[in-house]
């Protein structure tokens, strides 16, 4: 059998069989070639994987945006009343229309992790309005009564009090280390990876739009171990398809850079750079599209659910902003070979 002659779509958006291909780049190979079946809905994916030996249910929940304040964060409230009152009401759930304050949505989609049995908790990013410590410790508790496994990267609200003075970089530091760290568990908040069921789950903090040369490294060596690998990313990867205007949000876009920043006025930020992206950056993004063992980037940011193919193996998933009920739960399933 050719390997043409069992692509197969399933789903309504289906995407069918893809064999990543092996890319070598002198001395370096861009990981080995899996092969690997997408389907999915706006709120499902199945993911089957050759090698895989039992599936692995994940609930990816990205942008809850919660608030939860009270008179510890009197202090702050000239950095977060923006977010915190846009955020601060009742929302519709995209599916259902009823109205519910974003954090009851959050505690709804633990619900659900939990009546689905769920081995995993995907969190990428803005799942708080700001680092509040009611917030996070509303958040952490939560997901702690879960019992359930967590993986959390950081979004770009989750660490910004917005008008503070300091470049993105150093508020990012200074919050994750004062505020976010009891969501990381002994991990590094920048990156790290944890393997689960055969699967490299690989989190990387773009919550600036960019890439650090540190992170990069660390991409290929984790990559480089040939396991299928998951990545984690609050912002989505940038793909010339995509034409959306959300489009100049993703990580990576080359129009990236002072011209195209229409939102650092309102969030009171740092303005992006006349330099626009990173070499970093750039690499990395590169290098997701040749990564024969990447599988999938679940990712958030832009609120609406998504998905892109990213190269012959990859497909980036973008869930539903959490805040309006959404999520995407995600099973990676043992590849299943057609019978014609
Ligand atoms: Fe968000």
Known sequence: ????????????????????????????????????????????ATIQVAGLEKPLVVLHITDSHVTVADELEAQYQQYSSRMDKSYGGE??????????LPAAHFLNLLTLAKDRNVDLIALTGDIVNNPSQSSVRFIGKALNDTGI????????????????????????????????????????????????????????????????GEQLVFYEKETARGLPTVLLLHIPIYTPANTSASASSCCGNPVWGWETDHGFAIERRERWPKSGNLKSTTDFVDRVGKTGNLIAVLAGHTHKARTEKLSDSAVQYIAQAACNGGSRLVTFAPLMRDKN
């Open 149 to 212: 496994r967590r993986l959390y990267i950081s979004g770009n609200h989750d660490w910004h009090y917005e008008g503070m003075p300091g470049s993105d970089d150093a508020l990012r530091k200074t919050w994750t280390q004062e505020r976010l760290l009891s969501l990381y568990p002994g991990r590094n908040p920048l990156c790290y990876a944890v393997q689960i069921g055969g699967i490299n789950f690989v989190a990387i903090d773009n919550s600036t739009y960019q890439v650090t």
């Open 1 to 44: 059998m050719t390997i043409r002659t069992f692509i197969k779509t399933t789903g309504s958006v289906a995407l069918g069989l893809f064999v990543a291909t092996l890319v070598v780049r002198g001395e370096e190979s861009a990981g080995k070639a899996i092969a690997v079946r997408h389907s999915s809905t706006d709120d499902t």
């Open 91 to 100: 929302k519709e759930h995209w599916r259902t229309k009823k109205k519910a």
